[in-house]
């Protein structure tokens, strides 16, 4: 079974520093992962995904993601938190060949000036 | 990419009745799906939606109560039925596009529910 593990629920960065977003997973065959993010009253939206074509993977608005499968981890990171980052962070599994996508708990980051 | 609207953005309801749920895809899609997620919780996969046939539902959730329709490639609807305020969430669709692998999905903005 797939399943994925976001290991904080809560992450607080000042503005200007590095953003670490942990997430683990659990996976029978070779995964597809994706990072969404859900800004407060909006929709989901796709910041990265990992298909087994490289390891780290680069994405939107400044933010990266490494595949480490002896780790079983996709850690999300940004070299400099913004403002405009604060929102809720989801670590999502797909397994190739099937449709379901399952979402971690998500990790809802705090930027303070 | 795809752009996806869902409507109402919002609604407050009152308990027992039903409310539906509309998503629009600007594009076609092959896949379109119905999430839900709780105050405060995670996204769980409520249903697939196919077209021209009955949806197929994830384990907690059954038609009687969550009727989905996908009369063509980019509309699909969601009836919350018989509503109780343990209904009361986000309801969210998405659409995989055809020729886009690995699963990748494009959500709507979603449908806040309340339900008194």
């Known amino acids: 079974a797939q399943s994925v593990t976001q290991l904080d629920s809560h992450v607080s960065v000042s503005e200007g520093t590095p953003v670490l977003l942990r997430c683990n997973y659990s996976s029978s065959y070779s995964p597809s992962l994706f990072w969404y993010v859900q800004h407060p009253n909006k929709g989901l939206q796709l910041l990265l995904k990992y298909t087994s074509a490289a390891t780290l993977v680069k994405g939107i608005n400044g933010f990266e993601a490494e595949f480490k499968k002896s780790e079983t981890s996709f850690h999300l990171t940004k070299p400099s938190a913004h403002m405009s980052d604060a929102a809720e962070y989801f670590c999502?599994?797909?397994?190739?060949?099937?449709?379901?996508?399952?979402f971690g708990a998500g990790t809802r980051l705090a930027v303070h000036p | 990419s795809a752009v996806i609207s869902q409507k109402p953005s919002r609604d407050i309801c009152q308990r027992g009745t039903s409310l539906t749920i509309q998503c629009q895809v600007d594009?076609?899609?092959?896949?379109m799906f119905w999430y839900r997620q709780q105050p405060g919780q995670s996204l769980t996969l409520i249903a697939t939606a196919n077209q021209g046939s009955e949806a197929t539902y994830e384990s907690g959730f059954v038609i009687d109560k969550f009727p989905i329709s996908r009369p063509n490639l980019t509309f699909s609807t969601l009836t919350v039925s018989n509503m109780s305020p343990e209904d009361s969430s986000i309801y969210l669709c998405?659409?995989?596009?055809?020729?886009?692998?690995?699963?990748?999905?494009?959500f709507g903005p979603g449908t806040r529910l309340t339900v008194l």
């Open positions: 998405s659409g995989r596009l055809a020729g886009v692998g690995f699963n990748e999905q494009f």
């Open positions: 594009s076609q899609v092959t896949m």
């Open positions: 999502v599994v797909s397994v190739s060949g099937y449709n379901k996508l399952i």
